[in-house]
């Protein structure tokens, strides 16, 4: 009688103790899905550019040409909860009237910053992967979108640099004939 209690009491604390390991594991996946879920120092750095900006667009067509620009304004705010910047352009581009929107994000998972564009002037979007440089404060990005021109897809380059709170440059280069060229420059101000 005494083995069997024994025995009984022995099988109880196997299995407690593999609830608990269990408990233990599920806090794990929980704390994971947490730290994933929760925005952190990336985030607040974006949130700083919340607010009204104006800019100053730089194009060029051609790497030898003349550039065109022109001015625009970008509606910046955070949503869902501080997890994503969403900013809304307004100006022109080659003389039509412009509207994009970007949303950007720093996933906690990846490490890295993933930015979605698109705009009133075609019916695609480019997305891109980039990483910051705090040295520079600088994100750096490098995308993908379909030429119109090919129907191909291409890739391209930004950055996006923090000058400070009020003064931020963005620049995207392309390749045209094997060669890199800056084929956009926004100068964001408030």
Sequence with gaps: MFKS?????????????????AQDEMSADQKARIDYMTPGPMHEMMAKSVGEWKTKNTYWMDPN?????????ASVEMILGGRYLKAVHKGTAMGMPMEGINLQCYDNASREFTAVWIDNLGTGMSVSKGTYDDET????????MID???????KFRQTHQIINNNHH?????MLQNGEEFKMLEVDYRR
């Design 5 to 21: 209690i024994f025995a009984l009491l022995m099988f109880s604390l196997l299995i407690f103790a593999a609830s608990l390991n």
């Design 65 to 73: 040409g003349m550039p065109t620009v022109s001015e625009g304004t």
């Design 137 to 144: 404060k600088t994100i750096y990005f490098i995308g993908r």
């Design 148 to 154: 119109p021109m090919s129907r191909k897809e291409i």
């Design 169 to 173: 440059m963005f620049e995207m280069f």
